[in-house]
């Protein structure tokens, strides 16, 4: 189950400069396509906080994400659609996960324990969804 007291520390962690960063940072070639760029999977924001899944998918899309995936209650998907059209809504396969900003693990309404399973489900596979 999600927990409120999940942290990382780090401490130690090696640090980059935007020369650095830039550097590492993958561009698109003229035969990448959406899954050779990676497909992130979202699931984030709910009816009370639904900017979380907005500000979450549109960074993903902004930086650079071949395909984004948002898993989320009615309010927010609707939200996330009109911000960024080329979302994909509901789950499925992916290679990376946000996940949590804007949950209430506190909703206990369908929508929310659904989010909650899903985000469970996301914690304890091998990043697949669906």
Known sequence: MF???MALDLAGLP???SAAAAELWPVPGASDH???RGVLGII???EAYPGAAVLSCVAAVESGAGMVRYVGSETPTNL??????????GAGQV??????PGIDPADR???GRAQMSA???ALLSNTLCG
Not at 80 to 89: D, G, K, N, S
Not at 95 to 100: N, R, S
């Open 3 to 5: 927990s409120d007291d």
């Open 15 to 17: 640090t980059l400069d």
């Open 109 to 111: 309404t369908k929508a």
């Open 34 to 36: 959406k899954y050779t």
């Open 119 to 121: 985000l469970d489900e």
């Open 44 to 46: 984030a924001g709910c």
């Open 95 to 100: 290679q990376a996960w946000v996940l949590g």
């Open 80 to 89: 996330v659609l009109r911000a960024t059209p080329e979302v994909v809504p």
